[in-house]
């Protein structure tokens, strides 16, 4: 889920794992469930403000990762249309 209220031009795109089942609300413009528990987050935020609203939804001693991408991911094998998503963020060169 997306939360409206990260509505501004600057965005970063994040690759967050979370090591729990949970109903997330992602402070986010876009968000892509690449596979279980791995996302492609772009949002305005910055990677502390990110990491802080998805740790007070997950239960105590939830293992997660919040790390900022420079440019688009390699993957094979995630979810359909993760590849769309990321070309929408960072469309192919010429």
């Known amino acids: 889920m997306i939360a409206d209220d990260d509505l501004a031009e600057d965005r970063q795109a994040y690759l967050v794992h979370i090591d729990h089942e949970a109903d ?3 402070p986010a413009q876009q968000v892509c469930d ?5 996302y ?4 305005a935020l910055s990677r502390s403000r990110l990491y802080h609203r998805i740790k007070r939804q997950l239960p105590p001693g939830t293992a997660f990762l919040v ?5 688009a991911p390699k993957f ?10 990321s070309r929408n963020i960072w469309p192919p060169n010429p």
């Open 24 to 26: 997330i609300t992602f």
């Open 34 to 38: 690449l596979t279980d528990g791995l």
């Open 40 to 43: 492609l987050v772009v949002s």
């Open 67 to 71: 790390a900022p991408l420079a440019g």
């Open 76 to 85: 094979k094998g995630m979810s359909r249309g993760a590849l769309a998503f």
